[in-house]
Structures are given as C-alpha cells and as structure tokens.
C-alpha cells in the first residue's frame, strides 16, 4: 500500500495516477476535496481509500503492515496565504509528526519541499543540506518558510543521529505545469492561465520588468513538466537506498515570455503578449531568476532527460487543456 498525502492535489493526483498505473499496490489517498472540482483530479483513479487528514495516523496504524512508503504532497501550497499559524500546523507540524511516525515504523517517507525555500535566489540554488547553507536561506514568504523550517528539521535530526524512515526524500519543486492543477485558481501555473486567452485569440497578460537587469517578459524560472516530476518520484521509490533532500527542476532557466509564447505556438498562432507593471505588494519580493541547480540528483543516479519547455507546454495544451477531458 501506498498513501499519498495530498492525493488529490495537483502533483499528488498525478503521483497516485503513475502508481496506479503500475499496478502493484493498494492506493490510498489523504485529502480534503471540498466542494470544488478538486475531486475530478481523482475520479479515474482505483483508490483503496480516501481518508481524511485528521483520521490519518488511526489509518496509518491500522495498516502499517501494508505500507510500503508515505509520499507526502500535502500543504497550503498558496504563497498568498497570510495566515502563518493555519501555515505552520499544516505544513510543518504534520510533516514532523509523519516523519516520526515512519521512523518509529520503519516506514519510507518521500515529502514536497519547495524552491520558495531559497528565497530571492541571492544564495543561489543549491540543494546542499548541510545545516550552515539552510542557515543562510531567507525564504520571501510563510509558505517558502513553513518549507524551509522542515528541511533545518530534517537535517539537525539527521546530524543528531536520531531515528530516520529507512529511505527519505525532500523534493525542491521549482514552476510545475502540468493537468490536474485546475482547482489552484490564481495559484495555476502560468500556462494555464494563460490559455483560455490564446485559445480565444485574447492577448496574455505578463508582469513587466521593474529590474533594469531584465527585459519586459524577460524575467527567468525553471519551468519543469509533471511528467518530470513524477519520474523523480518514481524512481525514488524504485531506487530506495536514495536518500536525500534534492531539487527538482530542469536546470534550465527560461522567460515567461518563452513559456506565453509556446502556448499560442502550441494553438498554432503567433504570440500575442501584452505587459502590465507587477503589482506593489508583490514587487519587493519579486524573483527575477530561478534555475536549479541538478547535480546532486545527477549524482544520486537519476539519469533520465528533462522535458525541454516547447514540448511540455505542446504536451499539456494539446493533450490535455484544448480537450474535452483536462484531466490525467
């Protein structure tokens, strides 16, 4: 059995899709669907249960002889939200509590870290673990942080020598797009927002430059495909003496204005981008730049190509967004 905190969620839905996909195990999934369309991200699936976060560990009690791993996808992953308590329980406290509880039951844990926990990038992207390079990270808001303190956690555990699951595994997730991220609303990766607009031949709206280091549409992230994601976490599982946290991006930084452009290419018309200035509450924490660095994981073993930025955004357009079904 597997349980995925999160599981109906954007990358935790397409995490339970490749594990059913194989077809080995129990599925179980961990969430609250309330009463939006989260659901649907889970409808195809051939679920053992759904449980709902505060009946977790009575679940995980009555069937850890079955557990084979806890992937943890679960958190408020809104960077807007302001409530840093709500914040702190969810994405902190019930990680901690789910990392003693597969250390005490010898159970391997694989949770979502984030690239918000590198803050403005001023200390780069490097996914070292040592207790003095977290140290010098300032995460830019309460999300980033809530993210950020777990991995400090982690890692001063570790250094302590206490009790750890068998096999464990932070993923820095850097700008994920992919199906099943509906339910998100303004929190949607860029390619999503930006196609209801090219599909109807409307202009897409991007945040104009107020560095003078970047060009309007110039400013730089890591885009990186579900699909990519999902491979890191399968072959995490695959591969369970891998321990360690890691970024998961591409390693290759590009514009949003590329990414807005692949989207109108992707429906067969040409770009049509226009610019309007980032708005103030959001200016000063403004990154600029993000790109991962992915030699450790490269280290680790992981061999596999990154999906290239046209081709994702060619894939998710076409396979999924301008069709009748969206859902993986």
Request: aromatic content about 12%.
């Amino acid at each position: 059995m597997y349980v995925v905190t999160g599981g109906a969620g954007f990358i935790g839905s397409n995490i339970a899709a490749a594990i059913e996909e194989r077809g080995d195990c129990e599925l179980v999934v961990c969430d609250r669907l309330r009463s939006n369309d989260k659901w649907r991200n889970i409808a195809k699936r051939d679920l053992a249960d759904i449980v709902a976060p505060e009946q977790l560990f009575d679940f995980l009690d009555a069937n850890k002889q079955k557990l084979k791993a806890v992937i943890h996808m679960g958190a408020i992953s809104a960077t807007t939200e302001t409530d840093a308590d709500k914040i702190f329980t969810n994405n902190f406290a019930l990680s901690m509590a789910l990392w003693q509880w597969c250390s005490l039951h010898h159970v391997r844990f694989i949770y979502a870290s984030s690239a918000a926990t590198y803050g403005d990038g001023s200390e780069g992207f490097d996914d070292d673990m040592s207790r003095r390079h977290l140290a010098k990270l300032r995460p830019l808001n309460a999300y980033g942080w809530s993210k950020h303190l777990f991995d400090r956690r982690v890692a001063k555990k570790l250094e302590d020598r206490l009790p750890a699951p068998p096999q464990w595994a932070g993923l820095k997730f850097f700008n994920v797009y992919g199906p099943n991220e509906y339910h998100k609303a303004g929190q949607q990766s860029v390619v999503a927002q930006i196609y209801p607009h090219a599909e109807m031949g409307n202009p897409a709206h991007l945040f104009r430059s107020h560095n003078p280091n970047y060009p309007d549409g110039g400013q730089l992230r890591d885009f990186i495909w579900i699909g990519d994601v999902v491979d890191v976490v399968m072959w995490l599982l695959d591969n369970p003496t891998v321990s360690g946290l890691y970024n998961v991006g591409t390693g290759q930084a590009r514009s949003f204005l590329d990414l807005a452009s692949s989207v109108y290419r992707a429906l067969g018309k040409e770009p049509y981008i226009k610019f309007v200035d980032t708005p103030l509450q959001i200016r000063d924490k403004y990154q600029y730049f993000t790109q991962a660095n992915m030699e450790k994981l490269r280290t680790a073993g992981y061999t596999r190509p990154f999906t290239g930025l046209e081709e994702g955004v060619s894939r998710y357009v076409q396979d999924y967004l301008a069709t009748p079904d969206r859902y993986r």
